[in-house]
């Protein structure tokens, strides 16, 4: 199985300012048909995840342009450009490439 | 808009079995894969399984050793996880998520909490 490993794994912020989030993967993410199926998810207290980037770095519809993705191979980041207070909660990073899918352990983000 | 709406869950005894359901609109179920992703509360993501659009093929996490089905009815646009066996580590939040064709976990439902305890 390919593991995921976020860090940190809690990132107090001040609003307005940036934030990032780190995710290795054991093996490459490179599918054979030659996309990255890695995403990012944002999960808010009480609710269910909901996709925020996928294939590394395509933000998906409805999501501010503060977030973006960034990597290859098997590094890779989200960066908030400028944290809002609805930016808080759990952030999971989450292969697709192979069986079974796997997931990032979560950073927490929080405001200072 | 896509909607996901699981139903089915609740408290049950070890050992007993459970039926969930995720009833889908706003899109083509039938030319969708459908996943399911369990969440102890307070916890981790964990994939269950998947099921190709047509259910021609399915797939499951090694650690559920063969207790959980997934399966659908298109007919009906609701997708389905058959759960026998279940042990108290099988508490969690299940939710069912959409795979459409490039985009994998876009939509995800709220997801329905199953407690297994006696």
């Known amino acids: 199985d390919i593991v995921m490993t976020q860090t940190p794994l809690s990132s107090p912020v001040t609003l307005g300012q940036p934030a990032s989030i780190s995710c290795r993967s054991s093996q490459s993410l490179v599918h054979s048909d030659g996309n990255t199926y890695l995403s990012w998810l944002h999960q808010r207290p009480g609710q269910s995840p909901r996709l925020l980037i996928y294939k590394t770095s395509n933000r998906f519809s409805g999501v501010p342009d503060r977030f973006s993705g960034s990597g290859a191979g098997t590094d890779f980041t989200l960066k908030i450009s400028r944290v809002e207070a609805e930016d808080v909660g759990i952030y999971y990073c989450m292969q697709a490439t192979q069986f079974p899918r796997t997931f990032g352990q979560g950073t927490k983000v929080e405001i200072k | 808009q896509v909607q996901l709406v699981e139903s089915g869950g609740g408290v049950v005894q070890p050992g007993r079995s459970l039926t969930l359901s995720c009833t889908a609109s706003?899109?083509?179920?039938?030319?969708?894969?459908m996943n399911w992703v369990r969440q102890v509360p307070g916890k981790g993501l964990e994939w269950v399984a998947v099921i190709w659009y047509d259910g021609s093929k399915k797939l499951y996490a090694d650690s559920l050793k063969g207790r959980f089905t997934i399966s659908r009815d298109n007919s009906k646009n609701t997708l389905y996880l058959r759960m026998n066996s279940l042990r108290a580590e099988d508490t969690a939040i299940y939710y069912c998520?959409?795979?459409?064709?490039?985009?994998?976990?876009?939509?995800w439902g709220q997801g329905t909490l199953v407690t297994v305890s006696s």
């Open positions: 706003g899109f083509t179920f039938s030319s969708a894969g």
């Open positions: 998520a959409r795979d459409s064709h490039s985009v994998r976990f876009d939509y």
